[in-house]
């Protein structure tokens, strides 16, 4: 069995601005389970969603579609790669692959659809 890489409330990486060290933001109740090289699941509770409160679980596999950016629109293409510390994910528009680590792939697909980010997509540039 592959090993899996558990990780209680998904914290983001201390930050370096105009010489202040800021520190980790922690999603307390949001939750990964890593299996490098098959899957990433995601998983708890996002107190923050617009509706007042979100639970969910969702897993990504390797071949799947996942957002790695977004402005207007959402960027998102085809997981190639799952590491015990980042999602890698090819850019067909601009063949080249984008890595986020664990914190901001949580962040940009606990809760994403790609049905409705290709509607949104087609409705903004109309």
Same mark, same amino acid.
């Given at each position: 069995?592959?090993?899996?890489?558990?990780?209680?409330?998904?914290?983001?990486?201390?930050? /370096?601005?105009?010489?202040?060290?800021?520190?980790?933001?922690?999603?307390?109740?949001?939750?990964?389970?890593?299996?490098?090289?098959?899957?990433?699941?995601?998983?708890?509770?996002?107190?923050?969603?617009?509706?007042?409160?979100?639970?969910?679980?969702?897993?990504?596999?390797?071949?799947?579609?996942?957002?790695?950016?977004?402005?207007?629109?959402?960027? %998102?293409?085809?997981?190639? /790669?799952?590491?015990?510390?980042?999602?890698?994910?090819?850019?067909?528009?601009?063949?080249?692959?984008?890595?986020?680590?664990?914190? /901001?792939?949580?962040?940009?697909? %606990?809760?994403?659809?790609?049905? /409705?980010?290709?509607?949104?997509?087609?409705?903004?540039?109309?």
């Amino acid at each position: 069995m592959a090993n899996v890489i558990r990780i209680e409330n998904i914290s983001s990486k201390p930050r /370096k601005s105009n010489g202040v060290v800021h520190p980790p933001e922690v999603k307390t109740g949001q939750h990964v389970e890593v299996t490098p090289g098959v899957s990433i699941r995601l998983f708890g509770h996002n107190p923050n969603h617009i509706s007042g409160g979100l639970d969910y679980d969702v897993t990504y596999r390797i071949g799947d579609e996942a957002e790695y950016d977004s402005f207007n629109l959402s960027y %998102h293409g085809r997981i190639t /790669k799952i590491s015990a510390k980042c999602v890698y994910i090819w850019n067909d528009m601009y063949n080249k692959e984008s890595r986020l680590d664990l914190y /901001k792939f949580s962040w940009r697909n %606990h809760n994403w659809n790609l049905a /409705k980010a290709v509607k949104e997509t087609l409705e903004w540039m109309d």
